[in-house]
């Protein structure tokens, strides 16, 4: 086994991308007349790779395995370590430990981890809580290890608290809203549990969760997809709760665009950071549950309702973010050469960008070779910052053609010193400084240069780093991170982020024991030792979204 699983290595630094047998191919979707029949038989076919995937196992290219089920028995030896065919680094014991810790439950039941174990903290504020963003890397390495009921817990308790009613002062939320995070209290004298639940009305700045329910979802499809159980998935109560959250983000409204519009700090960074409008990384994690879901939704009457419009969504959306979000060094160039004022269809300008508004640092910052999606992009608005999420979840869920793929990972080997520097990875880069700072933010003395949401640096997208590597077929770049990573990560005792230029300092307000620092850690070491696991995060490349070939005439002869 282990000879297998080092060619599997091996065989992915020669290979760019996961050949994914059930995603649906969005090309047969869009075809009308046979939409019904095929759409039947695709599912079909889903069903029936996803329940016969153990034969796979053991093949040479056993990271083309659809589902890579972590068979394991005892609960306290992590699998992959046990299995590996290295001596396992000692930090991943410590981890396991760590995040074992981290478990909450409720009445007997592991439902999430807690989002920091830093009781010398002096303000514990809500980092006490289980937050769904901080969960998903805590559960794709409970998925990895082979212990998949955390995550079925996890998905069904947070799924009860979307069904509570939920207020902001006088206002309702939408029905779909997930919570940001939920805390289970513990009564010890009557002896029960409670929740209570976080859907932006407590958060500081009452910040809008917009990645929650995407997260859900994605995590829904790891679940399925590791386990191979369609149950949970097509249970009504899930097949409810996904229409709720896409009917949130598929309602027709005064758009113009199909990116999807929010207020700023509605993801990740969850403070005042300019990234409201359309960040990228909530329209990388969008795209990515738009595909999530067309796997996942069943076809009955009111699940085709939904693929239908998703699939219309899908289409425009990967158009608009391929063509307008996409900066290289020849699209730079473009930028720069920009004439202002077009009016009608021919504008070559289209969001009317004054090319004097392009920030200096990006001149120097683009490589001759290399690319990435900028941060947001609306009328006369090109927030040039380079973000880390939503680069990776790009290239995971196939937003970024394979040529993009290729020319973020370009990118960032070309700019190591910057984006990954000594503490793997900035969040986004640069940070902003002086009057912008304090326009942009606020003044957030929190979100100072060079730290926190503002240019620091953040050990839990070493896991997103790494799969992407992986999906690109660039494993030493994510063992170089690994590396680095391993060098502080531990003894700093799992801090939240690191502050400076190059990630040097232990964050300025940083957690200890931050349970997404350890879980991303243990699930890039996962992945990079068993490289099958991916297929829980990534998505093929789609047919109909590839960019148009022209075809000669003799094509139909
Ligand atoms: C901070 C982060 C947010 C995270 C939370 C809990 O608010 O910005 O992304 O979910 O802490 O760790």
Redesign the pocket.
Known sequence: MDGVREGGLRNVSSHCSIPEMDDFELSRLMDKPRLNIERQRSFDERSLSELSIGLNRGGGDNYESVYSPGARSGLDTPASSARNSFEPHPMVAEAWDALRRSLVYFRSQPVGTI??YDHASEEVL??DQV?V??FVPSALAFLMNGEPDIVKNFLLKTLQLQGWEKRIDRFKLGEGAMP??FKVLHDPVRKIDTIIADFGESAIGRVAPVDSGFWWIILLRAYTKSTGDMSLAESPECQKGMRLILTLCLSDGFDTFPTLLCADGC?????RMGIYGYPIEIQALFFMVLRCALALLKHDAEGKEFIERIVKRLHALSYHMRSYFWLDFRQLNDIYRYKTEEYSHTAVNKFNVIPDSIPDWVFDFMPTRGGYFIGNVSPARMDFRWFALGNCVAILSSLATPEQSMAIMDLIEARWEELVGEMPLKICYPAIESHEWRIVTGCDPKNTRWS??NGGSWPVLLWLLTAACIKTGRPQIARRAIDLAESRLAKDNWP?YYDGKLGRYIGKQA?KL?T?SIAGYLVAKMMLEDPSHLGMISLEEDKLMKPLIKRSSSWTC
């Open positions: 989002a920091a809500n980092y937050f963003r901080d940001a995070s993801s990740m960074i969850d403070r926190y949401h939240e957690r931050q997404w």
